[in-house]
């Protein structure tokens, strides 16, 4: 059974760090894109970041552009988001997603969900 396992959420100061990983189980990695998307509250679900499945194409939303790096490890079957200089906007559960699909993974069909990992950032 395909599984996504989101963890490495937590509470964070403002231009404070966290790294989510995304696990991956039932399923070859290698054949999906991979992103990560994040919902606020009251806020609709919005896309944070993707990674192809190669891991040669990625994208970011401007948003987070430039603090934010997505990586994957294939042999290890783990997609990382890397989240740096934390915002007080940044706050949501941020999930993962896995698309088989090729070439770009940006504003794409995901069709497995994680449950998501809670990011707090506050003072």
């Known amino acids: 059974q395909l599984q996504l396992v989101e963890s490495g959420g937590g509470l964070v100061q403002p231009g404070g760090s966290l790294r989510l990983s995304c696990a991956a189980s039932?399923?070859?990695?290698?054949?999906?894109?991979i992103g990560w998307f994040r919902q606020a509250p009251g806020k609709e679900r919005e896309g944070v970041s993707c990674?192809?499945?190669?891991?040669?194409?990625?994208n970011y939303a401007d948003s987070v552009k430039g603090r934010f790096t997505i990586s994957r490890d294939n042999a290890k079957t783990t997609v990382y988001l890397q989240m740096n200089s934390l915002k007080p906007e940044d706050p949501a559960v941020y999930y993962c997603a896995a698309a088989p699909i090729w070439g770009s993974c940006w504003h794409r069909r995901y069709d497995y969900w994680g449950q998501g990992t809670q990011v707090t950032v506050s003072s």
């Open positions: 990674i192809s499945r190669s891991g040669g194409i990625t």
């Open positions: 039932g399923f070859t990695l290698d054949y999906y894109a």
